[in-house]
């Protein structure tokens, strides 16, 4: 987000925009991302007053820290961080959140460590996960994850995929999925890896819980179009087969109401319900992954996190 006048102005038109769209129940939050990228800042950098009153003054009923990335090993940055976080909450004048970009080492091995800090400073956060695939693929970093969640500070998780929805049946106050590949999750500091662009637009393959190019889908869906699974009952879609979707307008309404009916599906009951819906859904999905690769003869591999989340969640 760009400072100045020409930030400030920016910041109020996107949350006036937000709340003309979603309503004005509906919460907003800004992210500096000054945590990614070549000239990502550390962990240890000071935190701006300023641009949390930029976030209220604009209306943000919650402002989000502009947090530094905290690599694997950097446990001097993550007391500077908090400490930072510290000095902000007694100067705040509003409600805000300290965002945690952390290497994925503070989920699978660290979250302890991690959650003791936050504990300690009672500041709700919200954390973002880097890695150079995802984050979240595992099991020891769905169970950490769990456990960063089962707080009693309020905690959320941003910058993700799907994981969002399993973070709401964690106890997560909320969670929030990139809107592209490259927003959900954080690269991090070191050689290998990166993001590919593609002429053709992702959509969501709702019984899969996987996003799939849509000339990928299409080629799938010209080799087996009786398949069920195919079909989608969104708002958008409202029966059609998904090689129906043929731009990115279409793909980006389609899987925006796809994931919102599946959030409700998931959350529909109590927590221990919700959990053990959303870990049902994820074995579901391997399975008609495994069986769209048998019927078309495509390799179609599931993500790892349905793995993940379907044995943590039995």
């Not at 976030?55 to 943000?60: H, V």
Request: charged fraction near 20%.
């Amino acid at each position: 987000m760009p400072g100045g006048k020409s930030g400030e102005a920016q910041l109020e038109r996107v949350l006036a925009t937000h709340r003309e769209i979603a309503g004005g129940a509906a919460t907003a939050l800004a992210d500096a991302n000054r945590y990614s990228g070549a000239n990502r800042l550390p962990a240890s950098a000071p935190l701006s007053l300023q641009w949390l009153q930029r976030q209220w003054d604009a209306g943000a009923s919650w402002a989000v820290t502009d947090s530094g990335y905290l690599d694997r090993g950097a446990d001097e940055d993550l007391a500077s961080l908090f400490a930072n976080a510290d000095d902000l909450a007694r100067k705040a004048t509003g409600r805000f959140f300290l965002a945690v970009p952390a290497d994925n080492h503070w989920v699978t091995t660290r979250a302890p460590d991690l959650r003791t800090v936050v504990e300690r400073h009672g500041i709700p956060v919200i954390y973002l996960f880097g890695s150079t695939g995802d984050p979240l693929a595992s099991k020891k970093a769905v169970e950490g994850l769990l456990y960063l969640l089962d707080s009693a500070v309020p905690s959320a998780l941003m910058r993700t995929d799907q994981a969002a929805i399993g973070a709401l049946t964690g106890n997560a106050v909320f969670g929030a999925m990139g809107t592209s590949t490259s927003l959900r999750h954080i690269y991090p500091p070191r050689n290998g890896g990166g993001f590919g662009t593609s002429p053709f637009p992702s959509a969501f393959l709702p019984q899969g819980i996987s996003f799939h190019r849509t000339d990928t889908l299409g080629r799938a869906i010209a080799l087996s179009p009786d398949e069920l699974h195919w079909i989608c009952f969104c708002e958008r879609c409202g029966g059609l087969r998904l090689d129906s979707v043929i731009d990115a307008t279409h793909a980006f309404t389609h899987s925006l109401l796809s994931l919102t009916d599946l959030v409700r599906h998931v959350l529909g009951g109590d927590r221990n319900c919700s959990r053990s819906s959303w870990g049902a859904l994820c074995r579901n999905a391997q399975f008609t992954h495994i069986d769209i690769e048998s019927t078309t003869g495509i390799k179609w591999s599931y993500p790892s996190f349905l793995g993940a989340w379907g044995a943590v969640t039995r």
